[in-house]
């Protein structure tokens, strides 16, 4: 049973987005982390890159394949997560948490209203 | 509608992620690449190759037919013992790598690359048409009533016997399957089938593989699992079965080998036997033996951390005036070295160990250096 946290909201392309005031911070599911499994490698995008929803703006590589990962929101990159790159294995572990990939300054803050609610993802992966 | 192995059943039981693999659904994993190989480097795994396929060659010409066949010298082969050889078209490219097996004093086995079977028999058939000793030649492909399963892994041995308790009653004679020597092969029954057992595999480690008629694999899967348990075993899968590979350096028909490249090439000039006669490809054989080669198999390492190579990549060379070189024909992240590796084709002059590549990911280019082979080799 992947876990899906109440306190996200997601993309039907498996990314998660916690929103606090204009900040959204992004990674992958558990779900997504359990399909890939072994991740050895993590592309980040760059600071100051702006995104719009929907954008292919990382890489996630497992073993076998690279996965792009598609910012859930618009807005600027202001930071990313330097621990992911040295340790790739984080997005394994801690999915929502330590295994976080970027974070974004919202340019639409009513925009997040539009992606999946936790009850919404947890049906689409089918309580998998 | 995909082919599936006797063995389906079992890996859907296992938790098999089952994916399309040369028009077969097969498990690329359990539970993970990383963790399957590394079971296979430590301890024990077990892979299903029933898509693998199984040609017998029969009579007083055998030999003598697949020496003018194969590259590898057959008349080397003691009863019980097997050999890595290739298959050449008639410019010296290769129709399949394979491993013959001498099962008897006139009997052989071959065992080709499952996305082969179809181009292997038909050339077979088409050179064996052709061959003046062909009335004491009969071929008989046996692809689809034999499974087969690899158990790789340094613990095997230990556990291994338990699973065929004998007797042994053909091939090398031995007492027990842990007698076999690397590249020896014998036979045994089980369940009133006939099942050969060989010392080998392609996964760098030491390991077995047993082919037998189909019905009978999941009764042999099922012993391995009970004597291999207690000793780490766990089931692999094509995943794993590819970075193992990869890591020593075993080359992947369709990736390092195919119908435009030349056994000397790919590197492979060992198993090519210059002394028993004319074969197929023989003279283009020759010829590059003497005269060179334009392009040649390196493996290489990333020298620096970055996103592991994959097939199809581009090889550049380094420095200011880089030129493009190749493109990536194995590569992946290195469960075992925690580097990415591969191996690819370069112009010959750029072949030698240590000479600095890049390969482009993503539009970058990362920095890589040709290693010797293998890549991985166990410490002593």
């Known amino acids: 049973m992947a876990n899906v946290p109440s306190d996200l909201k997601y993309a039907k392309s498996h990314e998660w987005v916690r929103v606090t005031d204009h900040l959204g911070v992004v990674g992958i599911t558990d779900h997504a982390q359990h399909e890939l499994t072994d991740v050895v490698f993590v592309e980040l995008p760059a ?9 292919a703006c990382a890489v996630v590589e497992s073993v076998k394949t690279a996965s792009d990962i598609y910012s859930p929101v618009s807005g600027e990159i202001v930071e990313v997560n330097a621990t992911v790159a040295t ?10 948490g330590a295994g976080w990939l970027f974070k974004v300054k919202l340019s639409d803050l009513g925009e ?3 992606l999946l609610t936790p009850t919404q993802y947890a049906a689409q992966i089918g309580g998998a | 509608m995909l082919k599936r192995t006797p063995l389906f059943a079992s890996h859907q039981e296992m938790g098999g992620k089952l994916i399309e693999f040369g028009g077969w659904e097969l498990p690329v994993q359990y539970t993970s690449i990383t963790d399957e190989h590394l079971a296979v480097r430590q301890a024990a795994g077990i892979f299903d190759i029933s898509h693998m396929g199984e040609v017998f060659i029969q009579g007083p010409e055998a030999e003598a037919f697949l020496n003018q066949t194969l590259t590898n010298d057959a008349r080397k082969l003691p009863v019980g013992g097997g050999q890595y050889t290739l298959m050449c078209n008639e410019l010296g490219g290769v129709i399949d790598d394979l491993y013959a097996y001498r099962l ?5 086995l071959l065992i080709i690359n499952a996305s082969r079977i179809t181009e292997d028999v038909s050339w077979l058939e088409g050179r064996l048409a ?7 030649v009969a071929l008989r492909n046996a692809s689809d009533v034999t499974a087969a399963a690899a158990i790789q892994g340094p613990r095997v041995a230990e556990f291994i016997d338990a699973c065929f308790p004998g007797p042994f009653a053909g091939g090398t004679p031995v007492l027990r399957a842990a ?3 690397k590249n020896q092969v014998a036979r045994t029954s089980l369940s009133g089938a006939e099942v050969w057992i060989s010392r080998t595999g392609y996964t760098g480690e030491d390991g077995f593989e047993v082919v037998s008629p189909a019905e009978v694999i999941v009764e042999i899967w099922g012993r391995i699992f009970e004597a291999g348990l207690p000793y780490g075993l766990k089931p692999a899968g094509l995943g794993a079965r590819d970075t193992l590979r990869t890591e020593v350096c075993y080359p992947l028909y369709g990736h390092e080998l195919d119908d435009h490249t030349t056994p000397i090439e790919a590197g492979l000039g060992f198993f090519v036997s210059w002394d028993k006669g004319d074969f197929t490809g023989r003279p283009i054989l020759a010829h590059q033996k003497a005269k060179g080669t334009t392009k040649r198999l390196v493996a290489f390492k990333m020298t620096d951390r970055s996103a592991p190579p994959r097939p199809h990549y581009p090889i550049w060379s380094s420095g200011p005036q880089a030129a493009l070189l190749g493109e990536v024909a194995s590569g992946t992240q290195s469960p075992s ?3 990415g590796i591969g191996m690819g084709y370069v112009p010959t ?11 482009e990911i993503r539009g970058r280019r990362a920095p890589a250096v040709v290693v010797s082979k293998p890549i991985y080799r166990k410490a002593d």
């Open chain 2, 130 to 136: 052709q061959f003046t000793g062909r009335a004491g």
């Open chain 2, 104 to 108: 008897g004093l006139a009997e052989y």
């Open chain 1, 112 to 114: 997040a209203t539009g």
């Open chain 1, 47 to 55: 600071v100051g890159k702006t995104v719009r929803a929907g954008d």
């Open chain 2, 179 to 181: 007698d076999l020597r």
């Open chain 1, 87 to 96: 340790d790739p294995s984080l997005v394994n572990k801690d999915p929502h």
């Open chain 2, 349 to 359: 002059a750029l072949a030698k160990v240590s000479t600095p590549l890049e390969i």
């Open chain 2, 337 to 339: 070295l925690g580097i």
